[in-house]
């Protein structure tokens, strides 16, 4: 099983950006993000579940980014906008049994940099 992260990268702030992963070897009926800026510890950001029903933000995000599944593709995007240099991190695919359960799978991180 692999998460395969891409998209990241450095931008302005206010900026966007959008990240991708995809995922191999099996479908995850939940797929988000999580991320981890320097010196702190990692945290939620982003879920959804496989049809889209249920979708979880963080509130430091909520109004920013948006989280889409593409089935056909197994893959989980997150479009940033509006992005802030706190949002500075480095971002992880994570693939989940369960909206409120912990996390099965973590994949590599992308760096997002977000200079002022």
């Known amino acids: 099983v692999q998460l395969q992260a891409s998209g990241g990268g450095l931008v302005q702030a206010g900026g966007s950006l959008r990240l991708s992963c995809a995922a191999s070897?099996?479908?995850?009926?939940?797929m988000g993000w999580f991320r981890q800026a320097p010196g702190k510890e990692r945290e939620f950001v982003a879920v959804q579940t496989w049809n889209g029903e249920t979708t979880r933000y963080a509130d430091s995000v909520k109004g920013r980014f948006t989280i889409s599944r593409d089935n056909a593709k197994n893959t989980v995007y997150l479009q940033m906008s509006s992005l802030k240099p706190e949002d500075t991190a480095v971002y992880y695919c994570v693939g989940k049994r369960s909206i409120t359960g912990s996390v099965d799978y973590w994949g590599q991180g992308t760096l997002v940099t977000v200079s002022s």
């Open positions: 070897g099996r479908t995850f009926y939940v």
